[in-house]
């Protein structure tokens, strides 16, 4: 596998649907070889998403909208234009302090691709936040604050 050239116009991507966003992935893992993967994120204003953490090291750039990021025991405010990273293993959350935003997030690796399709599959067949997800979070070593630390589990 190799880098490749892509080309996709707005409103182009595979759509990735959350419990609360949906992602539009932009640049697959596939055409950069797994280096690194960016997403279009909408999210509505609603309930915060889990804190939580995940392996993968990650920047979100805000293009609309405000919320606010918690990164372990730090609250940002974004507002357009704002950039933030959260380093791997890193507690964190945001909050759509707006109707709604859209951001950027670049990931490393195809690590966060990967987990949202996975995500996407179960919530279809009808699994909600909690013990449902349960399989998902720790197939993909993500962990929700107060959950035990997921053992290892293979790629």
Same mark, same amino acid.
């Given at each position: ?17 959350? /419990?609360?966003? $949906?992602? #539009? &992935?932009?640049?697959? %893992?596939?055409? *950069? ?46 507002? /357009?234009?704002? $950039?933030? #990273? &959260?380093?791997?293993? %890193?507690?964190? *959350? ?56 997921? %053992?290892?589990?293979?790629?």
């Amino acid at each position: 596998m190799t880098h490749q050239v892509r080309h996709r116009g707005a409103g182009e991507g595979t759509e990735l649907t959350a /419990p609360d966003a $949906v992602l #539009t &992935i932009k640049i697959d %893992a596939a055409d *950069t070889d797994d280096d690194y993967e960016l997403f279009e994120v909408d999210a509505p204003r609603g309930p915060a998403t889990p804190l939580h953490r995940t392996t993968w090291p990650k920047a979100y750039y805000l293009l609309h909208g405000r919320m606010i990021v918690q990164v372990e025991d730090r609250a940002i405010d974004l507002t /357009p234009g704002s $950039v933030i #990273t &959260i380093p791997p293993n %890193a507690w964190h *959350t945001f909050t759509v302090l707006s109707p709604a935003v859209r951001f950027l997030v670049i990931s490393l690796t195809g690590a966060m691709g990967r987990f949202h399709a996975d995500l996407q599959r179960a919530v279809a067949d009808g699994a909600t936040l909690g013990p449902d997800l349960a399989p998902v979070l720790a197939r993909h070593r993500v962990t929700l604050a107060g959950d035990p630390v997921p %053992a290892e589990v293979g790629p």
